[in-house]
């Protein structure tokens, strides 16, 4: 048997070496791809806000600064990820674009499952700014927040209250949610209701009253108010009052608190009552000699010749005492 020879040892130093020699002659070697593609990505970073720009700039134009501004972030988004895509096969020339094109395909799916949320609301946000439901200005009722739109953002819609607060709305629960645009035509309707006495006459009450409110500044002629009987309530009439103003929220408030003060001073003027609920209780004793018989009593029991008996003198079971009329002992 021959003997076996041993490898010979090398020193770790030169090993340490010669990997540094190899690693650095491969960047050098590498180093050309390297620039071009991180100057690929600088230029079509540049030409992407170019393209953005202009395209923020032609729908400000057309008054869709919301839309022009979503669909350029998307299209400057969309170049960028292409021109990485495209330095990294640069820098990379073993790479093939269709391995990257099928990594991606697979990973889409992924992506798509963990921002489904943020999908949803980019697309609905992308669907109310081209239908325009509404517009930034506009005054709206969304579930239970009301305000004035400030900004539809590509994720939700901001909305500022009356009381000056600020309320983010996800887009995808205003695409599929019930949605009141108070400021969708120039003119609002409004209404109030009031009630005067049962011995007044409602008629002429209406008449007074829409005069009163014709008069109120702010109030519009064409429609012209109206005041129309609307019910019989327990104590008074009900008659409901209703005018058009203005849409803004400003104009609907302070104009009708003018025509609530205009109603108000016109029932006095014509001497008009405008009762608040009367309540009429009715005390029975029962100790009295004439309990139990209708035709006495107070509470509004059936009366007349023949009124039904009470049930202590109606007979029952054969009871004799009953049948005689007596009342049964307590």
């Known amino acids: 048997m021959q003997p076996v020879t041993p490898p010979p040892v090398r020193n770790p130093l030169d090993l340490i070496t010669a990997k540094l020699h190899e690693a650095s002659n491969d960047f050098f070697i590498q180093l050309p791809n390297i620039l071009g593609g991180i100057v690929f990505v600088l230029v079509a970073w540049f030409i992407g806000k170019l393209v953005a720009n ?8 057309k008054g869709l600064v919301d839309l022009g501004g979503v669909l350029s972030s998307l299209v400057f988004g969309l170049i960028v990820a292409a021109s990485v895509l495209v330095a990294s096969v640069i820098i990379f020339p073993s790479v093939k674009p269709a391995t990257i094109i099928s990594s991606l395909g697979i990973g889409s799916v992924a992506i798509g499952f963990a921002f489904k949320d943020i999908l949803q ?5 992308i669907l109310l700014l081209i239908n325009r439901p509404y517009r930034r200005g506009d005054q709206i009722v969304v579930k239970d927040f009301e305000g004035t739109v400030e900004h539809i953002q590509s ?5 500022k209250t009356y009381d000056g607060r600020r309320v983010i709305i996800p887009n995808s629960d205003v695409y ?16 109030f209701d009031v009630g005067i006495g049962y011995g007044d006459d409602p008629e002429e009450a209406c008449r007074i009253f829409a005069e009163a409110i014709a008069r109120v500044d702010g109030v519009e002629a064409d429609p012209a108010p109206e005041v129309l009987p609307w019910g019989l309530a327990d104590s008074y009439v009900t008659l409901r009052a209703r005018w058009w103003t203005e849409s803004k929220r400003t104009n609907v408030v302070h104009i009708q608190a003018r025509v609530i003060l205009a109603l108000y001073k016109a029932a006095k003027e014509a001497a008009i009552d405008l009762p608040y609920p009367t309540t009429v209780m009715l005390f029975h004793d029962q100790s009295e000699a004439t309990d139990g018989d ?10 007349g010749a023949n009124p039904p008996g009470p049930r202590w003198k109606t007979p029952s079971n054969g009871d004799a005492s009953n049948s005689a009329g007596h009342k049964p002992d307590e």
């Open 121 to 125: 609301n980019l697309l609905a946000g």
């Open 294 to 303: 209708r035709s006495s009593q107070r509470e509004g029991w059936p009366a």
């Open 176 to 191: 599929t949610s019930p949605v009141i645009v108070n400021t969708a035509f120039l003119t609002r309707r409004s209404q």
């Open 155 to 159: 994720r939700a819609t901001l909305i």
């Open 54 to 61: 202009g395209l923020r700039k032609g729908f400000h134009h």
